[in-house]
């Protein structure tokens, strides 16, 4: 059983995966701080003084605190201005990942290129292209 879970845990995707969270964790980290420490301040300075991360409504009477984190122990809040911040921070995300998977792809479409190892479509199989030269046939009134 441990030869087992051996193999399993040093397998080469379960190591990339680890490898993969841990960095995911660490740039979210630093998304985190991109938005909350420059463009969050720049959005509240253009909008005069607008921080987005201490706007709640109340849902309870008894709160009566001005900052988010006072509200919530005082009663029940709706922090939207929180959840716009972690709204802004996916969407960087998101646009970093994908401008960063496009230049993975460019990069790789260049090599094959480069290489000649740019995947070819499989061979069509005989039967399926008289089914096809069938229907084409059928569809333009013409009988085999």
Known sequence: MWNEFKQFALRGNVVDLAIGIII??????????????????????VTGGLDFSNYFTTLSGNVTATSL???????????WGNFITVAINF?????ILFLLVKGMNQLRKAEDAKTGTAEKAPEIPADV????????MMKSGRTP
Request: glycine content about 14%; hydrophobic content about 55%.
């Open 24 to 45: 995911g964790a660490a740039f979210g980290r630093i998304v985190d701080s991109l938005v909350g420490d420059i463009f969050m301040p720049i959005i509240g300075a």
């Open 69 to 79: 984190e006072e509200a919530r122990k005082q009663g029940a809040v709706l922090g």
């Open 129 to 136: 292209k008289l089914l096809t030269e069938i229907r084409d």
């Open 91 to 95: 969407v960087i995300i998101a646009w």
